[in-house]
């Protein structure tokens, strides 16, 4: 089954579809699981990680003596919070796995993988990584929301997340909620009617932190690359994000989406300045368990575009770029359009992409990823607030 779908193809277009008025957009939620080549076009995501693993290494050089003491029976929990398949943290994970195996050979490493995907595409993946090779390393993959408890209670040492926290919980949340007439994500909508968007996010947020609270041990740390908005347009991808908004309301004026379907059509993500993240995790119930180690902003400049250089007045190395852009966008919002495009006008989707590949052939922008990397401990039990 698996072999005669296209790689483009979403996980959710998979799932049986309701039966229903073929010309109504689909009621069913909002579903941010990427398409199945995310993993092979990321590479601005990816690139992330080597800020992210000079700051673990350090850590785990402080708690060297730690590791060297931890008694072999108990593994070593490192969980992955909206992990995807797993193949984008394989290296990150394989330098962390090594600098815990050294200070202590004994050790077990336990890796938890946790994502609302389905399974398959991990599984495919740790088939062949190099970390399943490892007598020391055992991995596990639950299938559920990090707005939700996912392991047992004190049980992680290190949590991790990268280039996930900005999907709003659509779960929990009736799809109606997500509905603009001619906006596509919150990040566009001026204010104050992004009002709602940002409190959802901090609502999502709390409930996060209050489950990792209760997840992650006494002493543990929480390593987070969260996609950020810097102002104006410095918002990742923002040039993807525009020009899908404008393709839609195109397509609807020419009368081949009903204004039903643009008002459907909704990436449930918000990005959050900096400012909102410190001030979410400075709130007491949050900074009775959590103290904020260290913030540090960066803009990641798109991978694909950096790479062109004066190439971009090739007509065909131009047509590359454009066309590895288009997929990039796809891979994070194709879910979300088939949510808001009627049954009957499913097979528009291509379209859509191969305008937006147009447009970036006309006006190419690259899709740079602001992130803001935050390092928080996990207080330990009694340990005083002096925040
Ligand atoms: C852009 S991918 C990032 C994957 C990987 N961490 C990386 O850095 O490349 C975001 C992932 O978050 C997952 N996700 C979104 N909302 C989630 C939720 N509420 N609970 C768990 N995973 C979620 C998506 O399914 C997707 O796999």
């Not at 995790?281 to 062109?308: K, W």
Request: a negative charge; hydrophobic letters at 35%; one cysteine or more.
């Amino acid at each position: 089954m698996a072999g005669n779908v296209d790689e483009s193809t979403s996980l959710s277009e998979l799932r049986p579809l309701p039966s229903r008025n073929p010309n109504a957009p689909a009621l069913k939620s909002y579903v941010t699981s990427m398409t199945r080549d995310y993993s092979r076009i990321s590479d601005t995501a990816v690139a992330m990680d080597c800020y992210v693993i000079s700051r673990i290494e350090s850590c785990l050089a402080s708690i060297r003596h730690t590791l060297a003491t931890m008694p072999p029976c108990t593994p070593f929990v490192i969980a992955d919070y909206g992990a995807a398949d797993g193949v984008n943290e394989c290296q990150l994970f394989g330098r962390i796995v090594n600098g815990i195996h050294t200070a202590n050979p004994l050790l077990k490493i336990r890796l938890v993988y946790a994502d609302i995907a389905d399974r398959a595409p991990f599984e495919t993946f740790w088939e062949q990584s190099p970390l399943s090779e490892l007598d020391y390393v055992e991995a596990e993959y639950i299938q559920g929301s990090f707005y939700e408890s996912l392991v047992p209670e004190g049980s992680v040492n290190l949590g991790f997340s990268s280039t996930a926290l900005h999907w709003l919980d659509t779960k929990s949340r009736d799809a109606a909620f997500f509905r603009h007439p001619d906006c596509i994500q919150a990040n566009q909508i001026p204010m104050p009617e992004c009002t709602r968007f940002i409190e959802t996010w901090k609502s999502d947020w709390r409930k996060f932190f209050y489950e990792r609270s209760r997840e992650v041990a006494a002493g543990g740390m929480l390593f987070l690359s969260n996609l950020t908005s810097l102002g104006a347009d410095q918002w990742p991808a923002s040039a993807g994000y525009n020009n899908l908004r404008d393709i839609c309301i195109a397509l609807c004026r020419e009368g081949r989406i009903s204004n039903e379907e643009l008002q459907a059509i909704f990436i449930p993500d918000y990005f959050a300045t900096p400012d909102e993240m410190r001030a979410l995790v400075g709130e007491d119930a949050i900074r009775q368990h959590f103290s904020l180690q260290r913030m540090e902003t960066m803009t990641i400049p798109c991978a694909y575009f950096s790479r062109m250089g004066n190439s971009i007045d090739d007509p065909r190395q131009r047509r590359e770029l454009t066309h590895t852009l288009a997929r990039v966008v796809r891979a994070w919002s194709e879910s979300s359009l088939r949510v808001g495009l009627s049954r009957g006008h499913a097979g528009l989707v291509d379209e859509i992409y191969s305008r937006l590949e147009d447009r970036f052939y006309k006006e190419p922008k690259g899709l740079p990823y602001q992130y803001c990397l935050m390092e928080l401990k996990r207080r330990e039990l009694r340990e005083p607030d002096s925040s």
